[in-house]
């Protein structure tokens, strides 16, 4: 299968501080879609992109899909503790599925 | 506002019994997912169902099968459930896709331990 890398596999950071993570794959996308999970729960999606180039914000997030088609970038903005969670990025080319990057877990220092 | 529901949340088996996943969509989706999640590899797609009366494997299908009941209700299936099946699973569904990519839905899991 497609075989995204996620980056960087965690990130511990202070209250306040901005937060970028990022995905590449091997091969074009049409679609990339970033989610967040939270223990105990299914991901919930939080930005989708269609277009290379594109930037797309929901509040304090901000997603880009890479003019390369083959990667993706996620930022938060002065986090907060409730960032706290497992952030996946997931990437579809022309086929029925979706790939799924391993994940960054964030965790926010008050 | 229940989204996709997954049943049950949590189960533990032996090697080599046999147990069905429930999963249903109340959002009218044409498409569902099954998904398992393991520690440090993400989300790796099991089988899939485009619409009502298909299915297709995904990344990882072997041990398990589905059964695409109807529009709503997609389940999956360990008919020997072994330890390397122990997993989180998550259902999905999603708007069949057009000229976009329509993203997934996820239920909140099913937490499966096989002894």
């Known amino acids: 299968g497609q075989q995204l890398n996620q980056s960087p596999q965690s990130m511990f950071i202070q209250e306040g501080e901005d937060v970028s993570m990022n995905c590449t794959s091997s091969?074009?996308?049409?679609?990339w879609l970033w989610y967040k999970q939270e223990p105990g729960e299914g991901p919930v999606l939080l930005i989708a992109?269609?277009?290379?180039?594109e930037l797309t914000s929901n509040g304090r997030l901000t997603a880009q899909f890479g003019i390369t088609r083959k990667d993706s970038f996620l930022n938060i903005s002065a986090s907060i503790p409730s960032d706290v969670g497992i952030y996946f990025c997931?990437?579809?080319?022309?086929?029925?599925?979706?790939?799924f990057g391993t994940g960054t877990s964030l965790t926010v220092i008050p | 506002n229940a989204g996709v529901t997954q049943t049950p949340k949590f189960q533990v088996l032996k090697t080599g019994q046999s147990m069905t996943l429930q999963c249903a969509q109340d959002?009218?989706?044409?498409?569902m997912y099954w998904y398992r999640q393991d520690p440090g590899m993400g989300l790796r797609l099991i089988y899939y169902?485009?619409?009502?009366?298909?299915?297709d494997k995904g990344e990882v299908p072997n041990g398990y099968n589905v059964s695409r009941l109807n529009k709503r209700e997609f389940s999956l299936r360990l008919e020997s459930a072994a330890p390397s099946q122990t997993s989180v699973y998550f259902c999905?569904?999603?708007?069949?896709?057009?000229?976009?990519?329509?993203?997934?839905?996820f239920g909140d899991g099913t937490r499966l331990s096989i002894l």
């Open positions: 999905a569904s999603s708007e069949l896709s057009g000229r976009r990519n329509q993203p997934q839905h």
């Open positions: 091969s074009i996308f049409n679609t």
């Open positions: 992109l269609y277009k290379a180039g």
């Open positions: 997931a990437g579809r080319g022309t086929g029925n599925q979706f790939y």
């Open positions: 959002m009218n989706h044409n498409s």
């Open positions: 169902s485009a619409s009502e009366g298909t299915t």
